[in-house]
């Protein structure tokens, strides 16, 4: 198991960027594959960005991609979402997601749908003033 904390949240001009992190701690970190959602009132979780167990493949929704850019650092047990060029419409609490990676299996299958995901931080809000 494993659990999940969200920061780097805040206010921000359109335009400008943040970073978030995710610190997990619990079972292994590189034993999950990461991911970050993204959830406004009344819509569903919106998927963004999912990074492999190693780090060495990324996957982005269309909406991000060019912008933002997902990263993890495994021996400081952390995953990164560095957002630029924010515009209003990204404007929503952002959460972090692991996906434990089967034993033995090292491919990777990029996972959009939110029910793929065991485990979830609590969320940071971010919000993109025009």
């Known amino acids: 198991q494993v659990q999940l904390v969200e920061s780097g949240g805040g206010l921000v001009q359109a335009g400008g960027s943040l970073r978030l992190s995710c610190a997990a701690s619990?079972?292994?970190?590189?034993?999950?594959?990461m991911a970050w959602f993204r959830q406004t009132p009344g819509k569903e979780r919106e998927f963004v960005a999912a990074i492999s167990w190693s780090g060495g493949r990324t996957y982005y929704a269309d909406s991000v991609k060019g912008r933002f850019t997902i990263s993890r650092d495994n021996a400081q047990n952390t995953a990164y979402l560095q957002m630029n060029s924010l515009k209003p419409e990204d404007t929503a609490v952002y959460y972090c997601?692991?996906?434990?990676?089967?034993?033995?299996?090292?491919?990777?299958?990029?996972?959009?749908?939110?029910?793929?995901?065991?485990?979830w931080g609590q969320g940071t809000q971010v919000t993109v003033s025009s």
């Open positions: 619990g079972r292994t970190f590189s034993s999950y594959h």
């Open positions: 997601a692991a996906d434990a990676k089967p034993p033995g299996i090292s491919t990777w299958f990029p996972q959009v749908a939110s029910y793929k995901y065991e485990y």
